[in-house]
């Protein structure tokens, strides 16, 4: 059972590596092509544990990626749409063992804003997305799933604010770790975010990422104490060069949790619209 658990909370620690790569950003751009990239650093050396205590590791683990992100903006009648995809290349230094650095899971995505009300600065959106195991599970580079994520994001700009929040449906498959079939367990997902413009370009603000998740099944035997939860809080700085490139930089730390690390995550979004 320790084995199971062992291999469980290294399938959490994937999953959060691959997770940096997801976008949070609510409010669509004009229609054309862009290139995004997203360098990003965690670290941890405690977790929390089955109980939501802090558990040191007694060594640190820790993880550096760059995902480039082309994407397509387009209009559908009076509504903007887009699609895109994410293939990300990972190093990862664990607490135990080699490190390994490869390509991670690529992320595939779509998204159609229901409300696209620009001069009122409402939007509200519809996305989905879909994790695709290309990398090297065994290595750590990877998670060996597929997920599927359905969820909705709304967004109000009222100048100097910006306000956003978004909720996902992350529904995850079986999948081989160490020769170990796993099914962990489905998650909800949570983010918001708080802006305030001190002039056209720069937006400092603050994020909030949270979720929850059930028992993972290992031959479709429920795991007891598997739950993963997180609350992650930190600042943000957006600086818009012109109205099709900009920066972003967010640093978050998971405050309280449940089998996730401790983490410290900082990353970075650049734009760049052609």
Do not use: C
Not at 31 to 51: C, E, I, N, R, V
Not at 132 to 144: A, R, T
Not at 233 to 242: H, I, S
């Amino acid at each position: 059972m320790k084995t199971v658990l062992t291999i469980t909370f290294a399938v959490l620690l994937i999953g959060s590596a691959s997770a940096q790569w997801n976008d949070f950003d609510n409010v669509p751009y004009a229609p054309g092509f862009y290139l995004q990239g997203y360098p990003g650093f965690a670290t941890a050396s405690k977790g929390w544990d089955a109980d939501g205590n802090s558990q040191d590791w007694g060594g640190s683990w820790s993880s550096f990626g760059l995902g480039l992100n082309p994407v397509y903006y387009g209009m559908l009648g009076e509504n903007r749409w887009s699609a895109g995809a994410s293939i990300p290349f990972v190093s990862i230094s664990p607490s135990v063992g080699d490190g390994q650095t490869g390509i991670g899971d690529m992320q595939v995505y779509a998204s159609y804003w229901v409300i696209d009300d620009h001069k009122k600065g409402n939007y509200f959106s519809v996305w989905f997305w879909s994790d695709v195991p290309i990398g090297d599970n065994d290595k750590g580079l990877g998670s060996g799933q597929m997920n599927i994520r359905p969820g909705v994001a709304w967004a109000t700009e009222k100048y100097p604010y910006l306000i956003q929040a978004s909720a996902y449906y992350n529904m995850r498959f079986k999948g081989t770790y160490s020769n170990i079939d796993i099914k962990p367990g489905n998650e909800i997902w949570g983010n918001t975010s708080f802006g305030y413009s001190v002039n056209d370009q720069m937006q400092p603000g603050l994020e909030i990422q949270t979720g929850w998740g059930a028992d993972s099944k290992t031959a479709n035997v429920t795991n007891a104490d598997t739950k993963e939860q997180w609350f992650k809080v930190g600042p943000a700085f957006a600086y818009t060069l012109n109205p099709t490139t900009s920066l972003k930089f967010v640093g978050l730390y998971n405050v309280m949790g449940k089998n996730t690390a401790q983490s410290i995550d900082i990353g970075a979004r650049i734009t760049w619209g052609f």
